[in-house]
């Protein structure tokens, strides 16, 4: 069965451009409501569609990445003896963990939005839509 013009017409249309802006505005102006010390930096940036201007007419979640930029992750395992201990004595340990980073944007999200609109999932804090806001997938990353 032959897919109709117009469903076509209507898939290729970009999707709710309007509603994913102030879903990203709304929960990055919510996060930045922390009152982060001042060691800690972090950058917000879309994923996904929206950014890259893929979006279809239905798809109606938004990815908004959290990097926390105060900490990396590494691998030491390819370093020699003396490679390691030249990288010890050069960096120190960091002062928080991404998972403490994470438990401070969750308590945020949840004292905007409510502890029944924000859930921690595997992957990704969701923040439920509304009827001006979208469905939010928030990840909580580092750089390696």
């Known amino acids: 069965m032959p897919i109709p013009e117009s469903q076509l017409i209507t898939w290729s249309k970009q999707g709710a451009i309007q509603s994913s802006a102030i879903t990203h505005k709304s929960v990055e102006n919510c996060i930045k409501l922390v009152n982060w010390k001042k060691d800690i930096h ?5 994923q996904g569609s929206y950014p890259n201007y893929t979006n279809i007419y239905g798809n109606s979640d938004v990815d908004l ?3 926390f930029r105060s900490i990396f992750s590494k691998n030491l395992s390819a370093l020699s003896f003396d490679e390691r201990l030249n990288f010890e004595r ?3 340990g960091a002062k928080y963990s991404l998972a403490e980073f994470k438990l401070a944007v969750i308590e945020q999200l949840r004292e905007c939005y409510g502890s029944q609109i924000v859930k921690n999932g595997n992957k990704a804090i969701l923040v439920k839509g509304n009827g001006n806001r979208l469905d939010c997938d928030v990840v909580v990353c ?3």
Do not use: A, G, I, S
């Not at 972090?42 to 879309?46: A, G, I, S």
């Open 142 to 144: 580092n750089p390696y």
């Open 65 to 67: 990445v959290v990097e």
């Open 90 to 92: 050069d960096f120190e």
């Open 42 to 46: 972090y950058r917000t940036y879309l």
